[in-house]
């Protein structure tokens, strides 16, 4: 099995940074092609960013600019380095693979709450 493992949520005023973390255990090798989602309050699950294969990366209109997706060298732990947060960016954070690759068992998620 894999497991995935996110974290590095909490509470922060709008305009400011927070780096969360996804760590991929179990069967997997590395993390090649992974995402982050997010989901809101009566909002359905939406993908925020991807990297894909050859490491390119996408991401959705509302973060483009401020979002930043990214893995360690050793392709264990991915990263989203979110600044300039607003409220809207409030959501519980996952990570997992984009649409049309294998998916794994949903993480608990990280909680990111932007709020003044």
């Known amino acids: 099995q894999v497991q995935l493992v996110e974290s590095g949520g909490g509470l922060v005023q709008p305009g400011g940074s927070l780096k969360l973390s996804c760590a991929a255990s179990?069967?997997?090798?590395?993390?090649?092609?992974m995402g982050w989602y997010r989901q809101a309050p009566g909002n359905q699950r939406e993908l925020v960013a991807a990297l894909l294969r050859g490491g390119s990366m996408i991401y959705a209109d509302s973060v483009k600019g401020r979002f930043t997706i990214s893995r360690d060298n050793a392709k264990t732990t991915m990263y989203l380095q979110m600044n300039s947060l607003k409220p809207e960016d409030t959501a519980v954070y996952y990570c997992?693979?984009?649409?049309?690759?294998?998916?794994?068992?949903w993480g608990q998620g990280t909680q990111v709450t932007v709020s003044s």
């Open positions: 997992n693979t984009p649409p049309g690759y294998d998916h794994y068992a």
């Open positions: 179990g069967r997997i090798v590395s993390i090649n092609v």
